[in-house]
């Protein structure tokens, strides 16, 4: 292997530069080129390739996005399509692929690497660390900082006013962010959709924690929980508490930028570099991770099908 290419798809996560700057510099060492495709896997069925050198890694490791930009690409899901991304590759001399990105990113490396015998190593990359096979997903303690620093911020304002303040954040099918932030905000409930908590079951706790004295109360809402997202929820229980003064904000993709953070760039040097060793053993098909502070390699297939479990023994910290 002399030669391999290198795409971000999917949401972006704070941390990406810093991983494809790990992934180059360990090109450097071992010898080998390492072309950026752009706009993920789009870029790959247009050819839109660049050679990365030392000089484009410098001044990255710190920022946010992804200098290769991203994409969720409909087209790759077409098999003409990956004929066309493969051609390029072949064109190209290229024979290797590092993919970052979450589950639909390795749901298309898994189909592609399948299809033409091609060598893929994927880097988990997404604020919602849902993705099996590792403790930690590069962008996942930024954006739950982010939030954190989001909830400390709304508490001000709410305990000034006596308000009920429900907030959401991303999370479209895990709790992940939900859960952590709202632990360490101190948030009153947390509704996540790992777990069932009814609005009934709400109102219920929201009237106990008034008749206990507390002037702000917090709700830290996860966009895929089961009843809603934070603005269908809060609707829902204005009806049944009138008296209470209520607000909604909702963090959006504030989470999704941003400076990594220390742990998110460390991982990300880990990942990047665990990632061209793999190639260059000969290893495809599978996603590299942290688990127990090891890396650990685990087959697409698996990564996609099983999902992270939350830590749900941390709800009893509310
Ligand atoms: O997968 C990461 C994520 O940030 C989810 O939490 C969120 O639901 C989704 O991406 C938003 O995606 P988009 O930026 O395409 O709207």
Redesign the pocket.
């Known amino acids: 292997m002399n030669k391999i290419g290198i795409l971000t798809s999917?949401?972006d996560a704070p941390g990406m530069n810093a991983a494809i700057r790990s992934i180059v510099k360990s090109g450097i060492n071992s010898h080998i080129k390492v072309i950026g495709i752009e706009n993920g896997f789009e870029g790959l069925i247009d050819g839109q390739f660049i050679e990365l050198n030392s000089s484009s890694i410098k001044n990255i490791i710190q920022r946010g996005g992804t200098i290769l930009k991203s994409a969720?690409s409909k087209r790759f899901l077409e098999k003409s399509y990956r004929k066309k991304a493969m051609d390029h590759l072949f064109n190209n001399e290229i024979n290797g692929l590092i993919v970052l990105g979450?589950n639909g990113t390795f749901k298309g490396a898994s189909i592609f690497t399948k299809e033409f015998d091609f060598p893929i190593i994927g880097i988990p990359c997404?604020?919602?660390n849902d993705l099996y096979g590792t403790d930690f997903s590069i962008g996942y303690d930024t954006a739950i900082n982010t939030a954190v620093d989001a909830i400390d911020k709304i508490r001000d304002t709410a305990e000034s006013h006596n308000r009920l303040f429900f907030i959401e954040v991303?999370?479209?099918d895990s709790g992940m962010i939900a859960l952590t932030s709202g632990i360490a905000g101190g948030a009153e409930e947390i509704m996540i959709p790992e777990t069932f908590f009814n609005i009934k079951q709400l109102v219920g706790k929201l009237k106990d924690l008034k008749n206990r004295d507390n002037s702000s109360i917090i709700v830290v809402v996860a966009?895929g929980d089961e009843e809603g997202g934070a603005f269908k929820i809060s609707e829902q229980v204005k009806k049944d508490l009138p008296d209470f003064d209520i607000r909604t904000t909702t963090l959006g993709?504030i989470q999704?930028g941003g400076k990594p953070t220390c742990m998110d760039r460390v991982l990300a040097c880990q990942l990047g570099s665990a990632a061209v060793e793999a190639l260059l053993e000969g290893k495809r098909n599978l996603m590299v991770g942290v688990v127990n502070q090891k890396i650990k390699l685990t087959d697409f297939s698996l990564s996609i099908v099983r999902k992270r479990k939350i830590n749900s023994e941390l709800l009893k910290f509310l």
């Open positions: 999917g949401g969720r979450g997404t604020i919602d991303m999370g479209r966009e993709h999704r």
